[in-house]
């Protein structure tokens, strides 16, 4: 059987959903879940790597058991696996999919959420869980201005060092900033992104709303090809993978 | 100077606010934050214990120093003193207060929220700051049942055994349920609290929803001044202190 899972879980302990030598891992805890209740290591594959410290309220991750596995009807599977993880991972849901899906490349879109808390004062219940500014953001301003990356652009400038694929084009879906009393959030939905996309997209616009860069520089930013024309990257403890959705007829 | 704190804080790792022997309290993190800043353990009084688990997101506690500590002004405090506390426990504000002012006393106002997670599947976010409640709640059977709290009552049926008060009677001003997506919200304001009081009220309500208790039974519940007529206990994790408001001319 093929399971898609559907994970949710607080990134604050982990070192990103991909196993790493240095760090637990979701993975980890996920394939330890895997083998506590069927017995055996049964393969894994992720819908993404997420960096170290960020959160996912949607993460899809395919398991493949085979002939020697119990059959576990798919909606008792969430339960059954939430017995072996800990309270800070949740599989909230799973799906019986053919074979040949694949997580990561039938994926059509994702979006990403940040949480800004914009506050002099830190918020005991968002430890770890949004990024802490203190001066006023204007939200109309930098949700005006995040317009700009809707489309399908080269976002060579929105990425890190560490981002190792040639082809750096993406398509950006929607770009919303919108605010919830001391709580900002931005929104982005494309079809990829790439290594610290939304991170330096998001610290792009707090530099925006601050005054360092104006609106109008975007799409000179974007044309420029060179992280060192965009803003900070905003830090991981803000960052949520919000929704990830297949191709029609690829998920049940 | 008197200076009236407002704390937030995330409950899970304290044995409540009030220090105990047994187990790290807010009140203690608090005093060493305390005299890290002053350099004395200037003491403290807080405007109610809370239950190990509990959260608040609105407790006040009065800190008393005196003339040999440097005048700090109430608006710098909470950066001052968050700089010595955890993560998980915040000052939210700060105001000078006159002698003679005392948190609990002059209390008029109290809200608590009990959040009540409803769903068969938990939430990692919500992990030790909700209850899971795996049926579907009936909200509107719950609010409704509720008013037969609101008003003044003698709530002995709605305390544990360790309520040491002899005085039972208290004015509750408000009761509701709602619902918002998954996430069922309680509250409930009033002039005071007994020991496990609301836990209780939220426990009752939740056997009415499922048919154990007749809302027409609440009454009588009251009446009984008998721990036994009413619901179970709802554990400490889903409660947060809410509001507390001080009597008008008591609070800056």
Redesign the interface.
Known sequence: MNYLLTL???GRAYCGYQVQKNGLSVQEVLQNAVEALFGSRYPLTGCSRTDSGV?A?DYKALLKTDERASVIPPERL??AL?RFLP???????AEAVPDGFHPRYAVVLKEYEYLVLNS??????Y???AFLWPTPLDVERMHEAAQALVGTHDFSSFTSAGCEVADRVRKVFSASVSREGKMVSFRIAGNGFLYHMVRTAVGTLIEISEGKIAPADLPGILEARDRGAAGFTAPACGLYLNRVEYRKGEEA
């Not at 309270?87 to 849901?93: F, G, P, Q, R, T």
């Not at 002099?120 to 219940?125: E, K, Y």
């Open positions: 949710s879980y607080d959160h309220r969430p339960l939430n309270e800070d991972v949740a599989v909230l849901e002099r004062v830190r918020d005991p219940f430890a770890g869980r």
